[in-house]
């Protein structure tokens, strides 16, 4: 079974400055993908970015980017010069590489963002 | 992105009585997702549907529940007879499960079931 966490409850950034917020994950695959997802106020859920475990370059992606850390299962995530409208919950996610089953997404637990003025 | 739609974005009912919750997914994608969350958690799994089969539920996905896309329609979960422990947001969610980004899902904006 997979397992993300997310020990941050919420994080408060001034504006324009940068954040990392941080997830660790538990797997048996040997191939799988890991995404941060954003939800807004509203509660609509964005896709930002994806990681696949195979590649040792971190995926960027505007101004989202990865600090992927295999050997310690962590897939950090770096957002730079953060807006007012960055403020939402960010939640990390894996599933595995397969097409024909174990292709869920398992969720962390969620980091309300705050970019303060 | 693609856009995944789900209708109703609320539904208030009495528990004990059914509800039927519609998803229309991303047009070229192949698979189908229901996730479940509760107020101020994370989404957690419930199921997902392929080429008309279920392919994989949580334990979450109780036996008052079911899916089905029949051809052309929506893609529905339905749940019969409803309990107070059903009230959360269902987010449906559609993944192409081919080419480059094979493996990315792309959310509905939820319904918010309420079971009084």
């Known amino acids: 079974a997979q397992k993300v966490t997310q020990t941050q409850t919420s994080i408060s950034v001034m504006e324009k400055t940068t954040v990392t917020m941080d997830c660790v994950y538990e797997t048996q695959d040997s191939s799988y993908f890991l995404f941060w997802y954003k939800q807004t106020a509203s509660g609509e859920i964005v896709f930002l970015i994806r990681?696949?475990?195979?590649?040792?370059e971190n995926a960027t992606v505007g101004h989202y980017s990865l600090n992927f850390q295999k050997p310690k299962s962590s897939i950090g995530l770096i957002i730079t010069a953060t807006q007012i409208e960055d403020s939402a919950v960010y939640f990390c996610a894996m599933r595995g590489e397969a097409t024909g089953g174990n292709n869920k997404l398992t969720f962390g637990q969620g980091t309300v963002l705050s970019v303060i003025p | 992105g693609p856009k995944v739609l789900q209708i109703p974005s609320h539904q208030i009912i009495d528990m004990g009585q059914m509800v039927t919750l519609n998803c229309d997914p991303v047009s070229n994608h192949l698979y189908f997702y229901w996730y479940k969350q509760i107020l101020g958690q994370q989404m957690e799994f419930l199921v997902n549907?392929?080429?008309?089969?279920?392919?994989?539920k949580s334990k979450l996905f109780k036996d008052q529940f079911s899916v089905e896309r029949p051809d052309g329609s929506y893609f529905t979960l339905k749940i019969q007879p409803t309990a107070l422990e059903d009230s959360a947001v269902y987010f449906c969610a559609s993944s192409p499960e081919t080419g480059r980004n094979y493996a990315e899902q792309f959310f509905g904006p939820g319904t918010r079931l309420t079971v009084l």
């Open positions: 990681q696949d475990s195979y590649k040792k």
């Open positions: 549907f392929y080429n008309g089969k279920v392919m994989e």
